[in-house]
């Protein structure tokens, strides 16, 4: 029941943007061409580091489980890992299923909000120029904020500034419209939600073996 709320909170929220926020604030950033700022494309690439870093982390982590020898780390580690990596995998059905088109045209003269004045969702469409929703940036970057809010309380502000970050980079250089950073933020929070709930054990220190 929770979940269905959350879900059902998130569809609202997306709703709302797609009917009074998602094109007066990409027309809003485009009139003010705040793509050309840097800022704004560092602040959406942490979404991209995570992503890179997520395979390292669970190698490491495999390597000391096998080893027997756990750091305090690796627990949320694992976790924020996984979280990434099944995002991941996710948005691709989801952005096929869904089938929005982006705010601004960067890849093989995509339709567009802003150059052809396409707006809207094609379901099942297909192809890269129809996979703005979800946000796969948003996602891995709420995915590990979840991580980061269960499991360190202590950094739940720099929790919430990562995905905060990413989020501000992602609409300053409309990548995204802000519909589409929500449905990412409500993917991220239901996978990352959902891997916390399995606990892999650590495996046990076994005695050294005497003749």
Known sequence: MR???VVLIGAVLVAGCYV???VPLARWAHQHQLRQYSLFHGLQALADGLVLLAPAAL???GWRRVRGSIAPGDRVALRAA???LGVSLLKYPLK???GRTW????YQNNPSLLHDNVYGFHPFHGGVAYGAFPSGHAAVAAAVATVL??????YRVLAVGLWAAVAVGLLGAYYHFAGDVVGGTLLGVLVASLV???????PEKRPPHRD
């Open 103 to 106: 705010p601004a045209t960067f």
């Open 82 to 84: 996984l979280s990434v």
């Open 3 to 5: 979940w269905a709320m």
């Open 20 to 22: 009074y926020v998602d």
């Open 196 to 202: 916390s709930c399995f606990d892999v054990p650590a």
């Open 149 to 154: 809010w269960i499991y360190c309380p202590r």
């Open 59 to 61: 190698l490491v982590v």
């Open 96 to 98: 096929f299923a869904f």
